[in-house]
């Protein structure tokens, strides 16, 4: 399966930033050379070694995370990858995008979907009711005149926004799906949920955000479609969502479609 842009991009970052530590910790090493051989050889040879030390396992991680996206399925330590890049590498990536003249946007949207991925390799499977499908206001039609902020069982179903199909997806499945108009509250609704799982519906700018807050719990990103621009009348793949979940249900239980708390018995 070869390994399309928008991931590319990502990677690609992971490797200047490798370039940039390699060149650092080099002359951190050669300069002062001369200076840790007043102290003795053994002090810059441990530099070098640091050095060598520092670059090969930041090169095994990045051909770890393309073995990962090439298999498309479980990998072992994909759940560790995952925090690494999110507690460590993701602050300093976009900056580095930056240097090149890459939009933000487009290192976010890159993230996301090595996320995804390395979300999907860790292969959790939980009962539906623990798995948690977040969504912004602005799926909602504009004019509609039902509070789906104060409870999403206020949608209709109408048919004339994405909520219809969300939430009859939601309520077939038995997964929780709840609207919340920005990071705070969000972040709220997380901690009193306390879900296992969780599809998260943003834009590229919160998803992220969202992503990294709340990391440990596995997080897959499902990006806003804006046909009318940011924050009104956006779009939400529903295909992508149930994509989503499929990933977290129990196996087969798509096939049933059936709504418990429980697994289905093998
Ligand atoms: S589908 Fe639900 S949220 Fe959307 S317009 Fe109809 S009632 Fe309102």
């Known amino acids: 399966m070869p390994i399309k842009p928008r991931k590319r991009l990502f990677i690609s970052l992971l490797l200047a930033l490798e370039i940039a530590i390699a060149a650092g910790l080099f002359l951190l090493w050669y300069i002062p050379s001369q200076g840790y051989a007043n102290f003795g050889r053994n002090l810059s040879v441990f530099m070098a070694w640091i050095t060598g030390a520092v670059v090969l396992v930041f090169t095994l991680g990045i051909v770890f995370l393309v073995v990962i996206i090439l298999r498309g399925k479980e990998v072992r330590g994909a759940r560790g990858l995952r925090g690494i890049l999110i507690r460590y590498l993701i602050p300093v990536i976009i900056p580095i995008g930056r240097l090149f003249g890459i939009p933000k946007d487009d290192i976010r949207r890159s993230f996301i979907e090595i996320n995804n991925e390395l979300v999907k390799s860790s292969s959790f499977r939980v009962p539906p009711k623990r798995v948690l499908v977040l969504l912004p206001h602005c799926v909602q039609l504009d004019v509609c005149p039902y509070r789906l902020t104060v409870d ?5 179903q109408c048919g004339k926004c994405d909520f219809s199909e969300l ?6 499945l038995g997964v929780e799906i709840t609207v919340a108009t920005g990071g705070t509250l969000a972040r709220r609704v997380v901690m009193e949920s306390n879900p296992e799982i969780i599809v998260g519906v ?3 700018r919160d998803l992220s955000a969202g992503i990294v807050d709340t990391y440990p719990i596995p997080v897959i990103g499902v990006l806003l479609d804006r046909p009318e621009g940011p924050c009104v009348n956006t779009r939400v793949s529903v295909d992508r969502v149930s994509e989503a979940l499929q990933n977290f249900l129990p196996e087969g239980f ?7 708390d429980t697994a289905p018995a093998p």
């Open 152 to 156: 999403v069982k206020n949608c209709r």
């Open 167 to 172: 939430t009859a997806i939601a309520d077939r």
């Open 202 to 204: 943003a834009c590229e």
């Open 254 to 260: 798509f096939d049933g479609e059936q709504k418990t």
